[in-house]
């Protein structure tokens, strides 16, 4: 089953604190949510779009969150809570669910979205595959901003690409290579690349700045037609010509299903980069972008509240 919204583990995640009876811990409560909805390892597996932390531990940790500002839960040490009276109190009314529209009842809760820069609670972005703005956590919303964010400004960069003179295009690929680390020198790879031109080769570049070894780079700045096989088995000839064995195709547009098993199947190392990939490493390595603003996440350092004895 797929990972329940934060607000649909309110209810479960009270009636266990109910049950336990004592305090709980965030990782017992996950552990527990989970065999109790039958969550398969795939679902715990999945994570944040940042790859930091688990969606469902990241959710459970919401839903307990929200329920604290409400007085529902009440936190007893670090990372540890417990059912409160008002808690219980709600669980005897055999509420159907539990929710942000519920937990407005509460002064306590709206005090703490009426907070300045909270956010609006069951108004919060909608994430990329959901169809109900109300079920990311703040932590989701702000990681599908950014990634809506990022996507715009691929699209806008790839539209870039498509219209720039084979000449800059050239000083891009350029650039990219050698903040990847290939090249050597951005002097070094200045010179090599666009020197052959013969034989499906737009350039030569050393694979590490001691030159052990060199890439051979095919560069196609194409609009909306696809690279097929043709274009990658004249670039794989051109290198088996040069006796090398390692060459990288980049293209402003795509490859074909074709083009892509082809190279899968030969003994050349060819790496192909379409104009999708092409973007996201120029942002990546912050060729042809600029940083606007900066938003640190900061938690509490519970080190600092430590006293020593």
Do not use: C
């Amino acid at each position: 089953m797929a990972v329940p919204d934060y607000q649909s583990l309110m209810l479960p995640l009270l009636q266990l604190a109910a049950r336990k009876g004592t305090e709980i811990s965030t990782s017992e409560a996950v552990e527990a949510l989970a065999t109790e909805l039958g969550l398969t390892e795939d679902d715990l597996k999945e994570m944040l779009p940042s790859g930091i932390q688990p969606t469902f531990f990241n959710r459970v940790g919401w839903a307990s969150t929200y329920m604290k500002k409400a007085g529902l839960l009440e936190a007893t040490r670090r990372g540890f809570y417990q059912i409160t009276d008002r808690g219980r109190d709600l669980l005897e009314r055999q509420p159907k669910t539990i929710n942000v529209k519920l937990l407005k009842q509460y002064p306590e809760f709206l005090e703490f979205q009426q907070l300045k820069g909270t956010r609006s609670g069951d108004k919060v972005a909608e994430p990329k595959g959901s169809s109900d703005i109300s079920t990311a956590t703040p932590s989701e919303a702000l990681e599908t901003a950014y990634e809506n964010l990022r996507d715009e400004l691929a699209d806008e960069l790839l539209a870039r690409l498509k219209k720039i003179s084979p000449a800059f295009f050239e000083r891009v690929v350029v650039e990219l290579l050698v903040k990847m680390g290939y090249g050597g020198s951005r002097v070094d790879a200045g010179k090599a690349i666009g020197r052959t031109g013969d034989g499906g080769i737009d350039g030569i570049i050393k694979e590490d700045k001691l030159g052990l070894d060199v890439v051979y780079i095919q560069a196609k700045r194409w609009d909306n037609n696809p690279v097929g096989r043709p274009d990658v088995m004249q670039f794989a000839g051109a290198l088996q010509a040069q006796r090398a064995n390692k060459g990288i195709f980049i293209t402003t547009s795509r490859f074909t299903d074709d083009a892509r098993n082809y190279v899968s199947q030969i003994g050349s190392k060819i790496v192909l980069i379409d104009g999708e990939q092409l973007t996201n490493l120029m942002i990546e390595h912050d060729v042809g972008v600029s940083t606007v603003s900066l938003y640190p996440v900061k938690k509490v350092d519970s080190d600092y509240f430590e006293e020593s004895i």
